[in-house]
Nanobody, 123 residues
Framework: QVQLVESGGGLVQAGGSLRLSCAAS????????MGWFRQAPGKEREFVAA????????SYADSVKGRFTISRDNANTTVYLQMNTLKPEDTAVYYC????????????????WGQGTQVTVSS
C-alpha cells in the first residue's frame, strides 16, 4: 500500500517555473515506478512523466520534453516534477502516480494515485 500526497501547485505566469513534490508513505517506495499525470477541465487524464525505481530511466510526454524534469529521492520517499517555461496549456490538476514494474504511460496501468494539485498558468 502506498499513499501519495502532492504539493507545490499554484498560479504562475507563462514562462515561469514551479516544482511539484509528491511525498510517499510506505517502506517499499524504492520498488515503485513513479510518475505524474495531469487533467485539464473537460479532458482526459494524460501522462506527463515517469521515472524508474532507480532513477536511471525516465520518460516524458512530447508536450513537456525539454521543459519538465522528473526526479526522485528514495531516501526521503519523494518524487519531484520541475516545470520550466510553463505555458497556459499546462494548466491542469497534476496527479502523482505509482505502480510496480515497468514505466507505464496509460492511466489504467497505475496502481496508486495522489489527490492532485492545481497548476494554473496565466498568459
Amino acid at each position: 500500500q502506498v499513499q501519495l500526497v502532492e504539493s507545490g501547485g499554484g498560479l504562475v505566469q507563462a514562462g515561469g517555473s514551479l516544482r511539484l513534490s509528491c511525498a510517499a508513505s510506505g517502506r517499499t517506495f524504492r520498488t515503485y515506478v513513479m510518475g505524474w499525470f495531469r487533467q485539464a477541465p473537460g479532458k482526459e487524464r494524460e501522462f506527463v512523466a515517469a521515472i524508474s525505481w532507480s532513477g536511471g530511466s525516465t520518460s516524458y510526454a512530447d508536450s513537456v520534453k525539454g521543459r519538465f524534469t522528473i526526479s526522485r529521492d528514495n531516501a526521503n520517499t519523494t518524487v519531484y516534477l520541475q516545470m520550466n517555461t510553463l505555458k497556459p496549456e499546462d494548466t491542469a490538476v497534476y496527479y502523482c502516480a505509482a505502480r510496480k514494474g515497468r514505466i507505464a504511460t496509460m492511466r489504467t496501468e497505475i496502481d496508486y494515485w495522489g489527490q492532485g494539485t492545481q497548476v494554473t498558468v496565466s498568459s
